[in-house]
């Protein structure tokens, strides 16, 4: 079965500091990971992406996250918070031996304070 | 741009009622996903659909149907709406490779009362 969570409900950032949101997940094979944004009133947008290869993906908006396979992990971070990064992120996960779906976490809502 | 459309963005029906979801793609996708989103509870998979005429049953299918007889349209039909079908619904596209992404719509915010 596949899983992903993420453990904080709420993150707030001051603008320009460096933000993170956290992802841990749990398949049986080896993963494809997604970030997804939404902002107020509008549906999800794609940001990044794991498939294979180098470990650090770099997404749109500024966005990267880390793939760590020993920690089970899939953080996503940017330098320099903006305010207009505020809005909801949801982590993805797909097991490729597995469902063709992909499985959603709960989401994080994420406000950087001006 | 990929255009991923459905038909309300904010719906109010009473118990009992049939109600219709519609959504519609214009990038030619095989792949359409019907989620909904609770606060708490993320996005859960009601429906999927491979391709025209093919379905497969999400995590929460109960209380849903779905229709997909042509490409660019899937449906999403609750065949008498209850209270706890209140919820947004978002509707997802994508090509038939599983490591893409999925395009979204705006979503129908669905009250049921």
């Known amino acids: 079965a596949q899983s992903v969570a993420q453990p904080e409900d709420q993150v707030n950032v001051a603008e320009g500091n460096p933000l993170t949101v956290k992802c841990t997940y749990s398949v049986s094979g080896n993963p494809y990971l997604f970030w997804y944004v939404q902002y107020p009133n509008r549906g999800l947008q794609f940001l990044l992406k794991?498939?294979?290869?180098?470990?650090l993906v770099k997404g749109s908006y500024g966005f990267e996250a880390e793939f760590n396979k020993s920690q089970t992990s899939f953080h996503l971070k940017k330098p320099s918070a903006l305010v207009s990064d505020s809005a909801l992120y949801f982590c993805?996960?797909?097991?490729?031996?597995?469902?063709?779906?992909?499985?959603f976490g709960t989401g994080t809502r994420l406000t950087v304070i001006p | 741009d990929v255009k991923v459309t459905q038909s309300s963005r904010y719906l109010v029906k009473r118990t009992g009622e049939k109600v219709f979801l519609e959504c519609v793609q214009d990038m030619d996708h095989e792949n359409m996903f019907w989620y909904r989103q609770d606060p708490g509870l993320g996005l859960r998979l009601i429906y999927f659909?491979?391709?025209?005429?093919?379905?497969e049953k999400g995590d929460i299918p109960e209380g849903y149907s779905v229709s997909r007889e042509k490409k660019e349209r899937f449906s999403l039909i609750l065949e008498s709406a209850s209270t706890n079908q209140t919820s947004m619904y978002l509707c997802?596209?994508?090509?038939?490779?599983?490591?893409?992404?999925?395009?979204f719509g705006s979503g129908t915010q669905l009250s049921v009362l």
């Open positions: 993805a996960v797909r097991d490729p031996t597995g469902a063709n779906n992909l499985f």
């Open positions: 659909s491979y391709d025209v005429k093919m379905k």
């Open positions: 997802a596209s994508r090509i038939r490779a599983s490591n893409e992404k999925l395009f």
């Open positions: 794991y498939i294979t290869g180098d470990n």
